[in-house]
């Protein structure tokens, strides 16, 4: 099992940068697919990017390619998101999430932080 703690969420202007970190408490970090998930107002939670246990192939959604970045560092069980060119549609909680499997499928996070709020004003 492991626990997951979301920072650096908060109120930016449109065109932006904002990094987003993610702390994992539990023995087995690396072997976890990590990923980043996010829920705007009235809709559901959209998985946007993932990081295989290792960090070597990662996945983006459409929306957010070239804007976003996933990293991790295993050995500070530490998961990034580096967000670019933030735009007022960016706006959304967002939660870090860990599992198995494939990084491209939302239902294979299984465990999920608390989220951290990102708005962006135009």
């Known amino acids: 099992q492991v626990q997951l703690v979301e920072s650096g969420g908060g109120s930016v202007q449109a065109g932006c940068r904002l990094r987003l970190s993610c702390a994992a408490y539990g023995r087995t970090f690396s072997r976890y697919i990590m990923g980043w998930l996010r829920q705007p107002p009235g809709t559901e939670r959209e998985l946007v990017a993932g990081i295989t246990p290792s960090g070597d192939s990662t996945y983006y959604v459409n929306t957010v390619t070239g804007r976003y970045t996933i990293s991790r560092n295993n050995a500070k069980n530490i998961v990034y998101r580096q967000m670019n060119s933030l735009k007022p549609e960016d706006t959304a909680v967002y939660y870090c999430?860990?599992?198995?499997?494939?990084?491209?499928?939302?239902?294979?996070?299984?465990?999920w932080g608390q989220g951290t709020q990102v708005t962006v004003s135009s």
């Open positions: 999430a860990a599992g198995g499997r494939s990084i491209e499928r939302a239902r294979d996070y299984n465990y």
